[in-house]
């Protein structure tokens, strides 16, 4: 498959039939899920979604988190196994010029500015290529002014640089949209705990509490074992994914939810929107979903729809995350291109359709109906393997399946 087709969110829809193997095409635009949110993923550019966004959203998302491409000049991809060998899916291409890429950026930033809430705020996650680029765009966008923190998150992955310092943190920039911004440091505090610290004393007061003390200048300062320490600026307690995390998803710039969890809950209240308009492996959406957030994510990668997709559908199937299922919907800026996917049987019964997987090139199916360019999601499996098969009996009747390259094809009795 044509790297530039992947890259641009080329997919394919389908329509079986079993005497002249077509159906006239029905318009299809959104897939609607009963559980994995509550959110929306709209499958287009950051940069174009801002018609629709704005339409619904403008001055309601209380927390933006973005993690754009950093003028690496590379391509990234996303691991597949199969068979017991692993595959390299394209997921992005990080290879505009610096004018282009600023641009885009500038546009980017301003949509995130009327997205925002009056007490919102904005976390751009960059590293050293871009950092001072994007830090003076930001004074311009949203006011030198309301420049609230550069955070570095300083971890350990693996290889060590010898013709200069190892290059192992990311930069990430803080901006409130006004006078004011929404923080609650209480959220994101770390118990004290036993450890003992520059010489105290350990002592336990009247009501049994745990302290450590140390006399400075005449004063006695007293440190309580369950009392709260805050996070700086620079974070180093939280780890880089390595390779073998079960967090991993095989997306290769994914970040670590324990970042976003930080994020999260410093910078929004339970039941508050939370976007991500390059949602790449959908960390942000995962994260808040399992902290009570609403949440949006843009990103046009195939690979990205994929990832996510399965990702906050196998979420919800821990009934420990959320008392109720909340929905997910998955619009796509533009209608999906016609075509055919191998690696999929649907067959047509008295009692419905009937879709058994054929090889391993299948990562969704789904059952459902087809309702004004709707997919109205009913069963899905997001682990399909060669004989299991997915079945469904509606007058409405309709079955949807994604390969590992996130191409999509639709089967249909409507006409």
Known sequence: RPLNA??????????????????PHTEFKTEI???????????????ESGERLLSEYRGKVQL??????????????ISRGQKGKKIKIPAYSDKMSDGAYMEMMKNVLELCRELMTCDGTLYLHVDYRMAAYLRVL??????????????IWAYKSGGRATKHFSRKHDNILVYRKGRSSYFNIEAVGIPRGPERRNHMKRHVDDTGRIYYSIRSGGKLYKYYEDSLIYPSDVWTDIEHLQQRD???TGYSTQKPEALLRRIILSSSKEGDIVADLFSGSGTTAAAAQKLGRRWIAVDPSP???????????????DASLLKTAAGMD???????ALGKIPGITVQRTRAGLTATPDGDSLAYMAAGRLEEGRFITETYDTSPHPGKKLAVADDRHAILVSDIYGNLSVWSDLG
Not at 6 to 23: C, N, Q, R, W
Not at 64 to 75: A, C, M, R, W
Not at 138 to 151: A, H, P, T, W
Request: aromatic fraction near 16%; hydrophobic fraction near 40%.
């Open 246 to 248: 079960p967090e991993r």
């Open 303 to 317: 690979a990205a729809l994929m990832t996510l997709r399965k990702r906050l559908l196998d979420n919800n199937s």
């Open 64 to 77: 933006i988190y973005l993690d754009p491409p950093f003028g690496t000049g590379d391509s990234f991809e």
């Open 6 to 23: 992947l890259l641009h969110g080329a997919f394919f829809l389908f329509f079986y039939d079993e005497e002249d193997k077509s159906m």
């Open 330 to 336: 998955i619009e796509y800026l533009q209608t999906p």
């Open 33 to 47: 899920h009963s559980a994995g949110g509550p959110g929306l993923f709209i499958f287009g550019r950051a940069e």
């Open 138 to 151: 930001l004074d311009e966008v949203f006011g030198k002014k309301n420049f609230v923190n550069e955070i």
